[in-house]
């Protein structure tokens, strides 16, 4: 009798969630990624244990800083292009209203699901109240930065909780920590787990010095300081301990035998890591290969587009680390245009203080037209404008609050040879799609 209300109910929800899908966007209300699932879990509190154990091999969850929507899209490509059926919460809602509107999504209205994986891309502060009815078969954890720190606490209070959870799942879970982050290359030597990890072996990609913002320079275990032969970005590269012998761990695949995906290094680690969960699940190493050449980037995450007949690249900025590496990627090219635009809503954090971690320096010093518009515009103004006092550099700068008309003024000044990169937080990135494909620029 139970397990026939369980499935009542079950379906009740399930069948509640999808009518609310189908009314949202037919209404064109949005997305319809995260009320779904919220509606659900008041129905049925246990959904997302209920639906993640149906999935015949298993659950793959993807958490951290920076990267998650990459990696899991890369992965989900995949698995694809091997013959599995795969539910990934591609809107990139990845709280527990979100895991729980993507798998219901999947599901029949009795609330089964016929699937071979589900790859979740999951928020970095939710994954220990997560793994427990998730149950997952692959854990990867690409990399920890400090990010929105409204929310949430330091990188080592974070480790600390992951590495308790996960060291309770059962011995046959794979985690694939990032090895280049000491935090991270830490929690995996601790583990009970088969633990695989990937990371670079690739010196001649070091960073000159050791960058303002970074969070994990000393070690984990017993608090010295790591001594760095080089660092890839922020605090991730190749280290050792002199106190206590802790180093990095070693990676099981070669990176300087794999290409990647997009542009930034930064994507060299969401490729490796997509690629070690592939090969674990015994994927066919030329289906990866063919996938990571012909890969499509996912929505603001080094997208690419034409507008006017003039190129645009979007670039993801939301947290120090993550704008750094735009910067390294926009200085490494020869255009001239960019726009930064800054909120502090809530998907980007409404502290937006991280913006004097960032090394805004070395974009203004090359030169060229920097535009700034979004809700914080003056403070990104203010900061770049330090930045030119400092280094006595030459550069246009022009500050709009008005968005449409600042993407205007940032094609103007784009000549048609050139890109134009903008480099937005997270809601940004949405309005300036928006503005971008849904209707004429100003």
């Excluded at 930065?145 to 879970?173: A, C, H, M, N």
Aim: hydrophobic share 40%; with cysteine.
């Amino acid at each position: 009798m139970n397990n026939l209300l369980n499935r009542l109910r079950l379906g009740l929800a399930v069948s509640i969630a999808k009518s609310i899908t189908f009314s949202v966007r037919f209404l064109r209300l949005g997305a319809a990624s995260v009320l779904p699932g919220s509606i659900a879990r008041r129905i049925e509190p246990q959904i997302l244990a209920l639906l993640s154990q149906q999935v015949k091999n298993g659950v793959i969850i993807i958490a951290g800083t920076n990267g998650k929507t990459t990696t899991a899209l890369l992965l989900y490509s995949i698995l694809q292009r091997q013959g599995y059926r795969v539910c990934h919460n591609s809107t990139g809602a990845n709280l527990e209203n979100g895991l729980a509107t993507a798998l219901i999504e999947s599901s029949n209205l009795l609330g089964s699901l016929n699937i071979d994986y589900a790859i979740l891309e999951v928020d970095e502060n939710i994954v220990p109240k997560v793994l427990k009815p998730l149950q997952p078969r692959v854990i990867l954890c690409l990399n920890l930065f400090r990010d929105q720190l409204d929310r949430y606490g330091e990188v080592d209070t974070i480790s600390k909780r992951w590495t308790k959870v996960i060291s309770t799942l059962p011995e046959r879970t794979v985690v694939i920590p990032n090895a280049d982050d000491p935090t991270l290359s830490n929690l995996g030597q601790q583990l009970p787990q088969k633990v695989l990890f990937f990371g670079l072996n690739e010196p001649e990609h070091y960073l000159e010095a050791i960058p303002h913002a970074v969070d994990s320079i000393y070690c984990p275990r017993c608090g010295h300081s790591l001594d760095y032969q080089g660092v890839y970005l922020s605090h991730l590269g190749d280290f050792t301990c002199p106190s206590c012998g802790f180093s990095k761990s070693k990676p099981a695949l070669e990176s300087r035998e794999w290409g990647q995906i997009l542009v930034g290094l930064y994507n060299k680690y969401n490729t490796l890591a997509a690629a070690t969960a592939a090969i674990e699940l015994g994927v066919n190493k030329a289906i990866i290969e063919d996938t990571i050449n012909n890969f499509q980037a996912a929505f603001g995450r080094a997208e690419d587009l034409v507008i006017d007949g003039k190129r645009v690249r979007i670039l993801l900025s939301k947290n120090p680390v993550g704008t750094n590496e735009t910067i390294r990627v926009v200085t490494q090219s020869t255009d001239k245009t960019t726009l930064l635009v800054l909120n502090d809503r809530t998907p980007d954090g409404t502290d937006v203080s991280w913006i004097w971690d960032v090394d805004t320096e070395k974009l203004v010093e090359r030169g060229g037209t920097l535009v700034v518009s979004g809700d914080r515009v003056y403070d990104m103004a203010l900061r770049l404008r330090y930045s030119q006092k400092s280094i006595h550099s030459d550069i246009k700068l022009i500050v709009e609050e008005n968005l449409p008309r600042a993407i205007a003024i940032a094609l103007e000044h784009t000549p048609t040879d050139e890109t134009l990169h903008i480099l937005p937080t997270y809601s940004a990135m949405l309005e300036v799609r928006e503005v971008l494909t849904g209707r004429k620029i100003l």
